[in-house]
Nanobody, 126 residues
Framework: QVQLVESGGGLVQAGDSLRLSCARS????????MAWFRQAPGKERDFVAG????????DYADSVKGRFTISRDNVRNTVYLQMNNLKPGDTAVYFC???????????????????WGQGTQVTVSS
């Protein structure tokens, strides 16, 4: 069984930066394509960024391109989301997700992911 735990959320002002972490436990002998999604109040959960098993391929939602960077450390089984120049529209609960080990690349589709963390709140004030 795979468990994902997010951390690093908080309350910041517009223009500030945050780094989210997603630590994976269970089945540590395998690697997984990973992604970050976010869900704002009253809205659906949306894709933010994804990274391949090796880390060589990444994908981003248009709304965060140039501001957010996804990365991973396969030794520590951790995925990161560096968020710069945060905007009030980035306010949401951020979720980490993992695809089953057979998939090398991330997907933008929520249904493609098999494991989810509990989420971490990011609030950006204007």
């Amino acid at each position: 069984q795979v468990q994902l735990v997010e951390s690093g959320g908080g309350l910041v002002q517009a223009g500030d930066s945050l780094r989210l972490s997603c630590a994976r436990s269970g089945r540590t002998g395998s690697t997984y394509a990973m992604a970050w999604f976010r869900q704002a109040p009253g809205k659906e959960r949306d894709f933010v960024a994804g990274i391949s098993k090796s880390g060589s391929s990444t994908d981003y939602a248009d709304s965060v391109k140039g501001r957010f960077t996804i990365s991973r450390d396969n030794v520590r089984n951790t995925v990161y989301l560096q968020m710069n120049n945060l905007k009030p529209g980035d306010t949401a609960v951020y979720f980490c997700a993992a695809r089953e080990a057979g998939w090398s690349l991330p997907s933008t589709r929520e249904a493609s992911y098999d494991y989810w963390g509990q989420g971490t709140q990011v609030t950006v004030s204007s």
